[in-house]
């Protein structure tokens, strides 16, 4: 099976862990794309779903599935989403598709976390994929500056010669020669730091199950 096949599996095999009669928290990326088009198969036993990006929005309210605001829900039981790496405890690295501070925000306000990807995403230690940060405009050359301190070097993402611009208004420093040993203790330094919105390590808001797709089908992995 090809990437594209595997993440077609996944998504397929996260409509076990949507609770009918319930409002979901959805992700953003190619293999949440996936799970939303096998979603809309069983949209008429879900309420509907609070999307981490303009993206997804999109394309659930095309699938005809009802998108609430997060303000306008409470808890949702669980939120699905795709990952750029996770650990062998469910850590994970996000934002490659640059929605990482809502993704934190839908993944916060769910009971559970079900991450979906293929199995080129599994890592003993976090940091190989450029680590996305939300940075607000002003201070990105600042907290580049704070992440040389630490051995990373910070690039500003650029679309077409110009800086990614979030659905948040803010920029997206993408920080390589990272190795994260202590996900919790990293996130926790890196939000502390003026400036930064969010940063793409997902440790506090973690996985609790992972949904692995391999040549050998589909591998459950419980946090
Ligand atoms: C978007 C994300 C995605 O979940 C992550 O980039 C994985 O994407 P894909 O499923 O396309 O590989 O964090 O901000």
Redesign the pocket.
Known sequence: MNQDEL?TLVGQAALHYVPPGEIIGV???????KFIDALAGMKDRIRGAVS??QASTARLQALGIPVFDCNEVGELAVYI????EIDPHGHMV???????TR?KIVAAQSRQFVC???DS?RVQTLGKFPL?VEVIPMASARVARQFAALGGQGRLRLVNGVPLVTDNGQHILDVTGLQIADPLAFEALVNLWPGVVEV?VFAHQKAAVCLLGTAQGVQTLVY
């Open positions: 993440k992700g953003t990326g190619s293999t949440v794309n981490s990006s989403d795709g990952a750029d996000k934002g490659g598709g640059a929605a990482l993704e979906i990807a293929d995403k996305p793409g």
